[in-house]
């Protein structure tokens, strides 16, 4: 599901050369620097470059915020909005918001879809969701799937992603059928690779150039929860009955396939807890991005065990890479803590909710125990209908402690040429 590595999914130079989508190699990046030259738009989360990461960190922000009862800061749900492309696409950052999109601009479908996840909950006009919804329709593949550019080959990640986002939108990604009548689902089993070969019961990022199904933590990570119909929140007992053996056969499902998956990150993080980074030369060092995205995962096929000794391994050693690494990474431990029943306000020690909620814009203020101000306004684009913010924040922390997220695509903090 990432997405992430710029902004979450994603991925590796080369490949994304080649394929015109990032890949989402489960890998760990130093932060971004800073803009200097550049002044950072109101109402965005993080202090770093926003050039390719923008709308997805801001995306998982409000969605944390969400997820906790706490009401984002209205310009900064307007930022996100004021993003979207006159076609319903986002692309990871429009700096000229004043400039319409055209063929240049690099919309792509993990931004849109994680804007659409964020929106959705926040009563968002559905004008603007709608429009979104639209454009992701338009752009699936034949195979059902889709590809993180336009017109790329379909891959996990993605596929895991906007499934999350239909969903959201209350549409059931089992319905969306092309003329070829396959849905995302069939997408997705494609790309699970088969029990008996190396790696089985993962799913790839996309097939190699050979055609060969290569196990990809990540990719995973995402598949389980794309598989399960499930988005970037997962909530507490919301579990998937799975399989205690890798299966295959004629009648292969897509739960099978979510629960093999689930199977193979059991083994993957049995010995240490945590997923190593899939970067030449680092292949030793933590993910710690991609840890969270599988506790989610875990979680959410009912792997309670697994995903617990992963949470506890995240609770002693992410700190560090939280605070280099800003608002999608709070976002993502939120994410994982909420799905297992962790309470995110003390974990290890440290309040992640009020940790995310310093990132964002200033003078919105956070108490002590994570609720924020009560805004004066609507943002733009929310309905004035129960589903807003205003609705949720009535509703409190109480009813929502049970939710959780993470997944696909871990540490988007790295930056991605555009496809």
């Known amino acids: 599901m990432k997405l992430r590595r710029s902004a979450a999914l994603l991925a590796a130079t080369a490949v994304i050369g080649a394929a015109c989508a990032p890949v989402a190699l489960a890998a760990e990046s130093p932060s971004p620097s800073p803009s200097p030259t550049k002044e950072l738009p109101t109402g965005l989360f993080g202090s770093t470059d926003p050039t390719y990461d923008g709308v997805w960190r801001q995306s998982l ?21 004021g993003q979207q492309c006159e076609s319903g696409a986002f692309a990871p950052y429009r700096a000229d918001t004043s400039v319409k999109c055209d063929a240049k601009t690099p919309v792509d479908t993990n931004s849109t879809a994680a804007a659409l996840q ?13 429009a979104a919804v639209k454009w992701l329709k338009s752009v699936q593949n034949a195979d059902g799937g889709w590809g993180y550019a336009p017109g790329g080959a379909s891959d996990t990640n993605s596929t895991s992603v906007v499934i999350g986002a239909l969903e959201a939108a209350d549409i059931d990604p ?5 003329e070829e009548e396959k849905t995302p689902y069939d997408a997705l089993l494609t790309l699970s690779v088969p029990c008996e070969e190396d790696g089985g019961g993962a799913f790839a990022f996309q097939p190699d150039k050979k055609g060969k199904l290569v196990a990809n933590a990540d990719a995973t990570a995402a598949g389980v929860l794309g598989a399960l119909g499930k988005g970037l929140v997962t909530k507490v007992g919301d579990t998937a009955k799975v399989s205690a053996e890798c299966v295959r056969g004629d009648s292969f499902t897509r739960e099978n396939a979510a629960a093999n998956g689930a ?18 030369g680092a292949e030793d060092q933590p993910d710690h991005g991609n840890t ?27 700190a ?14 939120i994410f994982a803590a909420d799905a297992t029943g962790k309470n995110p306000r003390d974990f290890g020690g440290a309040d992640l909710v009020k940790q995310l909620g310093a990132t964002g814009p200033e003078g919105w203020n956070y108490t002590a125990a994570g ?25 409190g ?15 988007r903090n790295k930056k991605q040429p555009k496809p």
């Open 263 to 280: 199977l193979y990150l059991v083994d993957a993080v049995a010995k240490d807890g945590y997923l190593k980074s899939a970067l030449a």
């Open 292 to 318: 969270a995205d599988a506790v989610v995962a875990l979680a959410a096929a009912g792997r309670t065990a697994a995903a617990g000794k992963s949470l506890a391994w995240l609770e002693k050693n992410s």
């Open 61 to 81: 922000a409000l969605l944390a915020q969400h997820t906790m009862g706490v009401e984002p800061a209205p310009e900064a749900v307007d930022w996100l909005i």
């Open 320 to 333: 560090e890479w939280a605070a280099q690494n800003g608002p999608a990474a709070y976002a993502q431990l």
């Open 397 to 411: 922390v109480g009813l929502v402690g049970g939710i959780g997220v993470g997944f696909l695509i871990s540490s």
């Open 371 to 395: 609720t924020a101000a009560p805004s004066k306004e609507k943002p733009k684009g929310q309905d004035e209908e129960d589903g807003g913010v205003s609705v949720w924040w009535m509703i």
């Open 174 to 178: 089992g319905d969306l059928q092309t």
């Open 118 to 130: 964020a929106l959705e909950p926040l009563g968002a006009d559905d004008a603007v969701t709608g």
